[in-house]
């Protein structure tokens, strides 16, 4: 099995910055697209960005250049930048892995808050 955890969110005012990080551990194969997702309350969860294997990138309309995302293959580590925050950025935060073999798997989630 392919464990994911997603670690640094937190509590910060708008025009401030976080760093979200992601390991995957475990049986891992190989580990193709990693990406960030999030949920606010009372919605549905939306993609946010995507990196593949080879480093290319995608993001949402709606985080592109305020967030970067990045990797480092060599620790099964995907990260996501986020700078200029806004009070609409509020949610949990989730890593998505695709692995070889176990396919998409989620970790816990993270919370994110960006106060006014």
């Known amino acids: 099995q392919v464990q994911v955890v997603e670690s640094g969110g937190g509590l910060v005012q708008a025009g401030g910055s976080l760093r979200l990080s992601c390991a995957a551990s475990g049986s891992i194969f190989g580990i193709n697209a990693m990406g960030w997702y999030r949920q606010a309350p009372g919605k549905q969860r939306e993609f946010i960005a995507a990196i593949t294997s080879g480093g290319s990138t995608n993001y949402a309309d709606s985080v592109k250049g305020r967030f970067t995302i990045s990797r480092d293959n060599a620790k099964n580590t995907v990260y996501l930048q986020m700078n200029s925050l806004k009070p609409e950025d509020t949610a949990v935060y989730y890593c998505?892995?695709?692995?070889?073999?176990?396919?998409?798997?989620w970790g816990q989630g993270t919370q994110v808050t960006v106060s006014s």
């Open positions: 998505n892995v695709n692995a070889v073999v176990y396919g998409d798997r």
